[in-house]
Nanobody
Framework: QVHLVESGGGLVQPGGSLRLSCAAS????????MGWYRQAPGKERELVASMSSSGSSRYVDSVKGRFTISRDNAKNTMTLQMNSLEPEDTAVYFCNAYVTHISRSMAVYWGQGTQVTVSS
């Protein structure tokens, strides 16, 4: 079993910054893809940013140039630096990881989510 724990959410004014972190622990051999998703009230969950184990990243168009994803493969951690935040970024942010277990089986895991609110 694998657990993902997010931290770093909160309330910030428009134009401000937040840094989200995700730490994975458990029966991990390797983590293939890791990503951040978000879900705003009344909307579907959407992929915000993701990064492969080789460091290849992608972003949803609305956050390009403002958000930066990074990960530390040795520590099984991932961060999302969010700058120039806008009210439209308000959502619950979820960490996601595609894990290869020590047993070599694979599964996708989700964190519990962390609230990000952008408001004046």
């Amino acid at each position: 079993q694998v657990h993902l724990v997010e931290s770093g959410g909160g309330l910030v004014q428009p134009g401000g910054s937040l840094r989200l972190s995700c730490a994975a622990s458990g029966s991990i051999f390797s983590i293939n893809n890791m990503g951040w998703y978000r879900q705003a009230p009344g909307k579907e969950r959407e992929l915000v940013a993701s990064m492969s184990s080789s460091g290849s990243s992608r972003y949803v168009d609305s956050v390009k140039g403002r958000f930066t994803i990074s990960r530390d493969n040795a520590k099984n951690t991932m961060t999302l630096q969010m700058n120039s935040l806008e009210p439209e970024d308000t959502a619950v942010y979820f960490c996601n990881a595609y894990v290869t277990h020590i047993s070599r089986s694979m599964a996708v895991y989700w964190g519990q989510g962390t609230q990000v609110t952008v408001s004046s």
